[in-house]
């Protein structure tokens, strides 16, 4: 990354501030040509310059272009609320995407993607454009278009995104915070300043019982990956950007890790990983009690291993009886689907945000609610509840049928291979669903209704709840009731699959890649590997995890608008847990080396009422925790891996940090500071457990590598 394009990244520094306003610690301004001041300000151009002029360090110039047409980006007013679930909003979104983009398609392949880098399309023009829209088009959907373009053109990939929570730190912070915040900032020079404590239960109280794991689902690392998995997967935009290899299937498996983590231990969820492989094999393997079935069984056992863990949970005796744990840690029964619409929704929800764009309070959602079908003109919103029955027995029906019929009355079968991306396509839905006008926008369609249940017919003039942005959503309990009844459609889908047999562990090519790749072989059974034995340790305490509670601090002040220069921090408690290691025993009885694939899952081993969980049932939980390759020599092999080197987690400081003041200066080291924001948090990586323990079974199985390789061809992000 070189320093002459990190300056876009300015552009983030406070989004309601004027662009020609110093940004940063640095106090960086940009020299912008008078004609790209708002008409307001174009009269009074020399004088607005000058006013800012002696707090200006240094200066970014931004060249002068011939404009795109922007008239429909700017459909959407600057202090409207923005909503990617509203589809009206993803198509000017789409449109703005689009012009910072400056896209130019080789024939071929989906990933075969160049970019023209003359006129129109350096970057200097990308610059330029961003610089002007900044000022006019809505801040909000300003912010995401931008990251989205950042992380697609290869000229500005490798930039790290600041995290949302800087930006806009109102949709993660009590909006009574922001009063003492400003005072702070103006009251107590820089460098005196402390930080504001922001309370745990802030919310709601434990009458509520699901508030108990309200710290899970208000964490700050939690709902930046889901804002951030919507940043790499755009719902709408040029195709080549939003056709990503798999995309329907992640949607799925994203979501369903959210829903194994929060229905249970709250593990992690990843968006960049394999489809559920673990799930996808043992599945299969032990549907039937078959011959061809027990064989299958057979051989993944040869390279699968299971141990039981204990999660214990270390926590002052006042914070005992206040477990703001997860459903099962905290024995609160699983989370049951939303699947009747017509009932009144017992969840209640009070955010207790602001929105500092808007200026308006984020409505909250009464016990009691009904859902109502939705008439709002402003929004161009139209539909009924009706809609949403008709558009989910469809998909049942394509599910039971075996096929769904594109927009051409064609039959596309639901395969092994492909039928799960065709589902997640029509159901989440993207510009990538088959046939919108049969099968609807059924999962976006669910959260702008549950959305505006407090306002169906905008007769009081409010916008949507959390539910209405991916920033937030993850902060409701009804988020992970609509989300089990999404994940419902998928597994009516998969029970509907044949198990492995034997022939197809030996011969069946299976896709496993995270873009488009080439299909490789995937044989189950890794001839002459066996894992002899694992464990996992903390503090050479085995089988053991421990958890408990940390504090964090965030830096408010590049959210914070018109306020004095230098560090505002709000002080968050949060999950952590120690660190440990597994240890994994593999031996290899071929006389040559081979390179495996190790993945890692685990699953909780008792049910609410403490009996043990039937596969069929643990077989949904399982969660990874992570997946790397080994080089294994013959004989014994002794393979230790730290939990901090999990390849589905992101580092904790991705979460907690300030981009500008930590920034290394080193080739290594800032390749290092620079990965991909997608994964889970990594202080979110262990379940909170209980104080007596919680039993978990660990999974480890090894593959033949060659039957994992994935040959990269031209991508546009990092996954």
Same mark, same amino acid.
């Given at each position: 990354?070189?320093?002459?394009?990190?300056?876009?990244?300015?552009?983030?520094?406070?989004?309601?501030?004027?662009?020609?306003?110093?940004?940063?610690?640095?106090?960086?301004?940009?020299?912008? &040509?008078?004609?790209?001041?708002?008409?307001?300000?174009? *009269?009074?151009?020399?004088?607005?310059?000058?006013?800012?002029?002696?707090?200006?360090?240094?200066?970014?110039?931004?060249?002068?272009?011939?404009?795109?047409?922007?008239?429909?980006?700017? %459909?959407?007013?600057?202090?409207?609320?923005?909503?990617?679930?509203? +589809?009206?909003?993803?198509?000017?979104?789409?449109?703005?995407?689009?012009?910072?983009?400056?896209?130019?398609?080789? %024939?071929?392949?989906?990933?075969?993607?160049?970019?023209?880098?003359? $006129?129109?399309?350096?970057?200097?023009?990308?610059?330029?454009?961003?610089?002007?829209?900044?000022?006019? *088009?809505?801040?909000?959907?300003?912010?995401?278009?931008?990251?989205?373009?950042?992380?697609?053109?290869?000229?500005?990939?490798?930039?790290?995104?600041?995290?949302?929570?800087?930006?806009?730190?109102?949709?993660?912070?009590?909006?009574?915070?922001?009063?003492?915040?400003?005072?702070?900032?103006?009251?107590?020079?820089?460098?005196?300043?402390?930080?504001?404590?922001?309370?745990?239960?802030?919310?709601?109280?434990?009458?509520?019982?699901?508030?108990?794991?309200?710290?899970?689902?208000?964490?700050?690392?939690? /709902?930046?990956?889901?804002?951030?998995?919507?940043?790499?997967?755009?719902?709408?935009?040029?195709?080549?950007?939003?056709?990503?290899?798999?995309?329907?299937?992640?949607?799925?498996?994203?979501?369903?890790?959210?829903?194994?983590?929060?229905?249970?231990?709250?593990?992690?969820?990843?968006?960049?990983?394999?489809?559920?492989?673990?799930?996808?094999?043992?599945? =299969?393997?032990?549907?039937?009690?078959?011959?061809?079935?027990?064989?299958? #069984?057979?051989?993944?056992?040869?390279?699968?291993?299971?141990? %039981?863990?204990?999660?214990?949970?270390?926590?002052?005796?006042? %914070? !005992?009886? =206040?477990? /703001?744990?997860?459903?099962?840690?905290?024995?609160?029964?699983? !989370?049951?689907?939303?699947?009747?619409?017509?009932?009144?929704?017992?969840?209640?929800?009070?955010?207790?945000?602001?929105?500092?764009?808007?200026?308006?309070?984020?409505?909250?959602?009464?016990?009691?609610? *009904?859902? #109502?079908?939705?008439?709002?003109?402003?929004?161009?919103?139209?539909?009924?509840?009706?809609?949403?029955?008709?558009?989910?027995?469809?998909?049942?029906?394509?599910?039971?049928?075996?096929?769904?019929?594109?927009?051409?009355?064609?039959?596309?079968?639901?395969?092994?291979?492909?039928?799960?991306?065709?589902?997640?396509?029509?159901?989440?839905?993207?510009?990538?669903?088959?046939?919108?006008?049969?099968?609807?926008?059924? #999962?976006?369609?669910?959260?702008?209704?549950?959305?505006?249940?407090?306002?169906?017919?905008?007769?009081?003039?409010?916008?949507?709840? !959390?539910?209405?942005?991916?920033?937030?959503?993850?902060?409701?309990?009804?988020?992970?009731?609509?989300?089990?009844?999404?994940?419902?459609?998928?597994?009516?889908?998969?029970?509907?699959?044949?198990?492995?047999?034997?022939?197809?562990?030996?011969?069946?090519?299976?896709?496993?890649?995270?873009?488009?790749?080439?299909?490789?072989?995937?044989?189950?059974?890794?001839?002459? !590997?066996?894992?002899?034995?694992? =464990?996992?340790?903390?503090?050479?305490?085995?089988? *053991?995890?421990?958890?408990?509670?940390?504090?964090?601090?965030?830096?408010?002040?590049? $959210?914070?608008? @018109?306020?004095?220069?230098?560090?505002?921090?709000?002080?968050?408690?949060?999950?952590?847990?120690?660190?440990?290691?597994?240890?994994?025993?593999?031996?290899?009885?071929?006389?040559?080396?081979?390179?495996?694939?190790?993945?890692?899952?685990? $699953?909780?081993?008792?049910?609410?009422?403490?009996?043990?969980?039937? @596969?069929?049932?643990? =077989?949904?939980?399982?969660?990874?925790?992570?997946?790397?390759?080994?080089?294994?020599? +013959?004989?014994?092999?002794?393979?230790?891996?730290?939990?901090?080197?999990?390849?589905?987690?992101? +580092?904790?400081?991705?979460? @907690?940090?300030?981009?500008?003041?930590?920034?290394?200066?080193?080739?290594?080291?800032?390749?290092?500071?620079?990965?991909?924001?997608?994964?889970?948090?990594?202080?979110?990586?262990? &379940?909170?457990?209980?104080?007596?323990?919680?039993?978990?079974?660990?999974?480890?199985?090894?593959?033949?590598?060659?039957?994992?390789?994935?040959?990269?061809?031209?991508?546009?992000?990092?996954?």
């Amino acid at each position: 990354m070189s320093s002459d394009k990190s300056g876009i990244l300015y552009l983030f520094d406070r989004p309601a501030e004027p662009v020609y306003v110093p940004k940063g610690s640095s106090k960086v301004a940009f020299d912008i &040509p008078p004609d790209y001041l708002p008409e307001r300000y174009r *009269v009074v151009a020399t004088q607005v310059f000058n006013r800012f002029g002696e707090d200006t360090d240094s200066k970014l110039r931004v060249k002068q272009i011939s404009l795109p047409d922007l008239s429909i980006p700017l %459909q959407l007013g600057r202090r409207q609320p923005f909503s990617l679930f509203i +589809p009206a909003h993803r198509r000017i979104a789409a449109r703005l995407i689009d012009i910072f983009m400056g896209i130019v398609y080789c %024939q071929g392949p989906v990933s075969s993607v160049t970019f023209d880098v003359t $006129g129109m399309r350096t970057y200097e023009d990308f610059l330029s454009i961003a610089v002007y829209c900044r000022d006019r *088009v809505n801040p909000n959907m300003f912010i995401y278009a931008l990251s989205v373009a950042i992380l697609h053109r290869p000229d500005t990939k490798d930039l790290p995104i600041p995290p949302l929570t800087e930006v806009f730190p109102d949709k993660y912070v009590d909006g009574g915070i922001f009063s003492r915040a400003r005072e702070e900032a103006n009251v107590v020079p820089e460098g005196s300043r402390i930080p504001i404590e922001i309370p745990r239960d802030y919310t709601a109280s434990d009458l509520d019982e699901e508030h108990r794991v309200a710290y899970w689902r208000e964490d700050i690392g939690i /709902n930046l990956h889901h804002w951030h998995w919507h940043l790499v997967y755009p719902f709408e935009g040029d195709t080549r950007i939003v056709n990503k290899d798999r995309r329907g299937e992640l949607f799925y498996y994203m979501h369903e890790q959210i829903m194994a983590s929060y229905k249970f231990i709250n593990l992690i969820l990843i968006s960049n990983a394999h489809t559920d492989f673990l799930q996808e094999v043992l599945c =299969k393997c032990y549907a039937s009690v078959t011959q061809e079935a027990l064989q299958c #069984h057979y051989n993944v056992n040869k390279i699968l291993h299971k141990t %039981q863990i204990i999660l214990k949970c270390e926590m002052s005796p006042t %914070q !005992v009886f =206040k477990y /703001n744990c997860e459903r099962l840690c905290n024995r609160l029964g699983r !989370v049951k689907r939303l699947i009747n619409w017509r009932e009144p929704i017992p969840e209640a929800y009070f955010p207790k945000l602001d929105s500092l764009v808007a200026s308006r309070t984020w409505p909250a959602r009464t016990g009691g609610s *009904v859902l #109502h079908d939705i008439s709002r003109q402003v929004d161009e919103l139209d539909f009924d509840i009706q809609d949403l029955e008709r558009w989910r027995d469809r998909i049942y029906e394509a599910i039971h049928t075996g096929a769904v019929m594109n927009a051409k009355g064609e039959r596309i079968p639901l395969t092994e291979r492909e039928g799960i991306n065709v589902l997640g396509n029509i159901m989440e839905a993207s510009i990538l669903s088959p046939n919108q006008n049969v099968y609807g926008d059924l #999962h976006n369609m669910g959260h702008v209704a549950i959305s505006y249940i407090h306002d169906p017919d905008h007769r009081y003039l409010e916008s949507f709840g !959390v539910m209405g942005d991916s920033a937030t959503a993850m902060r409701d309990p009804i988020f992970y009731r609509w989300h089990a009844f999404v994940d419902d459609i998928f597994q009516e889908h998969k029970n509907t699959l044949p198990q492995y047999t034997v022939q197809q562990v030996q011969r069946e090519r299976i896709f496993l890649s995270p873009l488009k790749m080439i299909c490789f072989l995937l044989k189950l059974d890794f001839p002459g !590997v066996e894992i002899a034995d694992i =464990k996992v340790a903390t503090n050479e305490q085995p089988n *053991v995890l421990n958890t408990f509670w940390s504090k964090s601090d965030v830096d408010l002040s590049r $959210g914070l608008d @018109f306020t004095p220069r230098g560090a505002v921090l709000a002080r968050f408690t949060h999950l952590n847990h120690s660190e440990f290691t597994y240890t994994i025993l593999v031996n290899n009885r071929n006389n040559t080396p081979q390179r495996g694939t190790v993945r890692i899952f685990i $699953g909780p081993r008792e049910d609410e009422r403490g009996l043990p969980f039937p @596969f069929r049932q643990q =077989k949904n939980l399982m969660i990874e925790m992570d997946k790397f390759t080994v080089m294994l020599r +013959p004989g014994q092999n002794k393979i230790e891996r730290r939990s901090t080197e999990s390849s589905v987690t992101i +580092p904790f400081e991705r979460t @907690f940090r300030n981009l500008d003041e930590s920034r290394p200066v080193a080739d290594g080291n800032l390749q290092q500071f620079n990965f991909c924001g997608c994964g889970w948090p990594q202080h979110m990586l262990v &379940p909170k457990g209980r104080k007596e323990g919680f039993p978990m079974d660990l999974f480890v199985m090894v593959s033949d590598y060659r039957g994992d390789a994935v040959k990269l061809r031209d991508r546009i992000v990092t996954h």
